[in-house]
């Protein structure tokens, strides 16, 4: 990391601080827009706060010695590899025994790293294919935005350090938009992740300075509405002059136009939050923790300004081969992954665990360090899921999955246990279990055959 990169990581993150030191909710939450929640009873929390949902993705499973750990309910020990988020042992609940069958095989020969990362959220079989019939399911992420994405201005925010791939082969025949990609809008449609936390910003807030960014914001509705306007206008005189097939078309047109309207009203309606100005980078950091964890700052700005209630965080894809020659391991993960009981590659696929152990312990300190109005961390008042779609990488295990619940959903979710669930077990009983704190009833998602246990 060359000094700029560092110097300029430093000065956005002490704008940033002083940009969500103040007291959030009271300047930037629309109070009728959260009673207007409340009354629906979807993501708030039992306190009235907003209910917070984030899905953070590690890829290539984890040295599954250094993982396991020893008890169960509040009396177990953590591993080596829990040891950066030990201070926030009360504060999560890990699981034991949590599955993807949808992830393995299933007689389509290779391509777990694929299927791993594919199946993770959405607990479907990807089908198999490298061209553009591509078909997959809804993600549990988008379950949620669909049924509370109008509480804030956007339904969901998806994040990610590797760059956009929606076509090309990556994994023994499997379309890259399977490997690239956690959220599923459709069966057929990626959410693209955005990797540049500048651009992420001025996506939630604009671009410019504090005062560029109102006048920008305000412009632009203007702009479109005046646009629109004439659209419409326009399409009313026009649709008296056509024959019906053409007609058909118009409303089509129209339909079209009519989510752009709605669009726009939304905007209008919760305006723009008044975050202070930030030195943001120029680009992605040159330094991949720098780039997680601005990221990370991202998504608990999101949080805190209520600007969406749902996020996901691919960190990198399952199968990367990045190499952290500044830990020491100069080798590539995919590489090392498949260790074969080797003890050097062993102890270096932990040095790795331990990097995004850190990693996922700075996201906790973020979220616990910001209090909503009901006197609650942004941390107590999440569910955070925190795994990989493997277990262990060498045989590409997509049973017992490394998977932590932090947070809890503003008193919903029992913390500070470790449950061991007995046998194999889908992990999309979680998501179920998970939609139940939002105040979603789904009955089935994925292969799921029924709840766990949260409190």
């Known amino acids: ?28 939450l629309d109070g009728k827009v959260l009673a207007e929640a409340a009354k629906t009873g979807l993501a708030v929390t039992p306190s009235g706060m907003p209910l917070r949902t984030a899905f953070l993705y590690k890829p290539n499973g984890v040295n599954v010695s250094k993982w396991d750990v020893t008890g169960t309910g509040a009396d177990y020990q953590l591993n080596e590899t829990h040891r950066p ?39 479907i079989r990807p089908r198999k294919t490298a061209g553009a019939d591509i078909k997959l399911g809804v993600s549990a992420d988008q379950v949620i935005a669909r049924a509370i994405g109008e509480q804030t201005r956007f339904r969901s925010l998806e994040l990610s350090c590797d760059g956009v791939r929606k076509s090309g082969v990556c994994d023994s025949g499997y379309s ?15 959410m693209t992740p955005e990797s540049n936390p500048r651009l992420v910003f001025e996506r939630l807030f604009g671009a410019g300075s504090k005062e560029e960014r109102k006048r920008s914001f305000h412009t632009r509705n203007k702009s479109d509405r005046s646009i629109l306007d004439f659209v419409l ?67 608990v700005l999101a949080f805190e300004t209520d600007s969406t209630r749902v996020a996901t965080f691919l960190l990198s894809h399952d199968g990367s081969n990045r190499s952290f020659k500044s830990i020491g391991v100069p080798d590539g993960h995919h590489t090392i992954s498949h260790h074969r009981g080797d003890e050097v590659s062993l102890e270096k696929l932990a040095k790795i665990d331990l990097f995004y152990s850190q990693q996922f312990a700075y996201f906790l ?69 998970m939609f139940d704190r939002i105040g979603l009833k789904e009955e089935r998602f994925g292969d799921s055959t029924g709840r766990v246990s949260l409190v």
Not at 247 to 257: A, F, N
């Open 365 to 433: 300190e973020q979220l616990s360090s910001r209090k909503d109005p009901d006197g609650k961390s942004l941390l107590h008042n999440s569910q955070v899921i925190w795994g990989s779609g493997l277990a262990d990488p060498d045989r590409h295990r997509h049973e017992n999955l490394p998977i932590i619940l932090a947070g809890n959903a503003g008193g919903q979710i029992k913390s500070g246990i470790h449950t061991d669930l007995g046998s194999k077990t889908p992990l999309c009983n979680l998501f179920l279990s």
């Open 176 to 190: 890259c938009a399977y490997q690239f990609n956690l959220s599923w809008r459709s069966d057929q449609t990626p």
């Open 233 to 299: 206008e326009d399409a009313k005189q026009l649709n008296n002059k056509l024959g019906r097939n053409d007609q058909v078309k118009l409303d089509e047109y129209m339909t079209g136009i009519r989510e752009i309207e709605h669009r726009i009203a939304k905007a209008e309606k919760f305006g723009l939050p008044d975050v202070e100005q930030i030195d943001l980078p120029s680009g992605v950091p040159g330094s991949f923790e720098d780039h997680i964890r601005l990221m990370f700052d991202m998504m």
């Open 1 to 28: 990391m060359n000094n700029s990169t560092s110097f300029n990581r430093r000065n956005f993150l002490r704008g940033l601080g002083a940009g969500i030191s103040l007291p959030v909710f009271e300047t930037f």
């Open 85 to 123: 988020y030990e201070k926030f042992k009360d504060q999560f609940h890990l699981f034991s025994k949590f599955a993807h069958d949808n992830g393995t095989s299933g007689g389509d020969g290779g391509g777990d790293h694929a299927r791993a990362n594919a199946s993770f959220m959405t607990g």
